[in-house]
């Protein structure tokens, strides 16, 4: 008997082959919508290479068939936007998402039943930054009350919020932070506070401003300069009346801050068109330090704080929105980064 050319097995003459029926199956489960004719696709194409049987043809279609449906589910997974489910209200929601309440009284403690998650660029309610456990409670702790929760509510949702927006600036002026405490209900099942932002008109633009959303050289700026500008607000709004011994620690945390800051600065790498502008700021940063320092040691109050507006005057206001300009990041309230 003479071999096939190649060396592949070839039946005699006179020999009916029959059609592999795994490869007609994979046909029709991928011509149907099943990822199974991608399986079976794969099976009957090894059995037909063993057996010499045929049905080649039905075996790659179905492959084909499964490998498109495959691809189809693979990108609606991606592609599709998590949305809480009917009963998951804010549950369903992750940091960063925007979402609409329906008609809820505004300063309502308790959540919504359902919310719906939208694009942020879309008019939207609120922008999620962070749930967070109500308490470290232990089992069969009683309900404490909506208003111990927004007490705490409000201490941890800001600590979230310094996170979420680095830059205060880039807030507009009617947006607040706000919360949902569990309800009497809910404690036993999902005893969690949820953080969000929200203004007195729908918003219609992301606010997160972190990691996830701003440059390297934006995020640098923002981390070196924030402590000290904190330490600065804090003394000028609360320093004139704060006692002695509070005043000096909001002293020390200042010039401390300070000091951090240009270091920081002047350990990065910047932009081009910001490196003058930061080489300025440094400059100055450095030579506020030495009224920094001076106020720490001050024997009293009153000689604190004029060495604290003599290191206040040498601040240019120009000078910050300069950097900022050459950053892309906000230069008025409400500005968004670029």
Known sequence: MPEAAGGDWEPWEGHQTRTNRT???????GLLGGLLGLVLGLVALVQIRRSGQRGRGFAVAGLVFGGVWALVVALLVIGLPSRPGPNEGVRGLRVGDCFRVGDVAPGTRTA?????????????????????????????????GSAALSARA???CRRQ????VLDPLSLPTDVRLRWYVPSRVEW???????????????LTRPLRQDATVLRPEQLTYLTAVREFTEARAAL?????????????????????ANASMWLALSGATWPA??????EKLIAEAQGAAVSWRDAEKAPDREQML???????????????????RALGLSTTQGDPAR
Do not use: K, W
Request: aromatic share 6%; net charge negative; with cysteine.
């Open 23 to 29: 490869a007609v199956a994979a046909f029709v489960c």
């Open 112 to 144: 919504p039943d359902e919310v719906t998650t939208v694009p942020c660029t879309e008019p939207h309610d609120g922008e999620l930054v962070d749930r967070l456990p109500g308490y470290e409670r232990y089992a069969g702790e009683a309900y404490p």
């Open 154 to 156: 409000e201490t941890e």
């Open 161 to 164: 919020q310094r996170n979420y």
């Open 188 to 202: 036993d099942t999902d005893p969690r506070i949820t953080c969000y932002l929200a203004g007195t008109q729908p």
């Open 236 to 256: 000028a709004a609360q320093g004139p009346t704060a006692p002695p011994a509070e005043l000096r620690g909001m002293v020390e945390r200042a010039a401390s």
């Open 273 to 278: 068109q910001a490196r003058e502008p930061i």
């Open 306 to 324: 004029r060495l604290v507006a003599q290191a206040e005057q040498r601040r240019d206001p120009q000078l910050d929105l300069a950097v900022r």
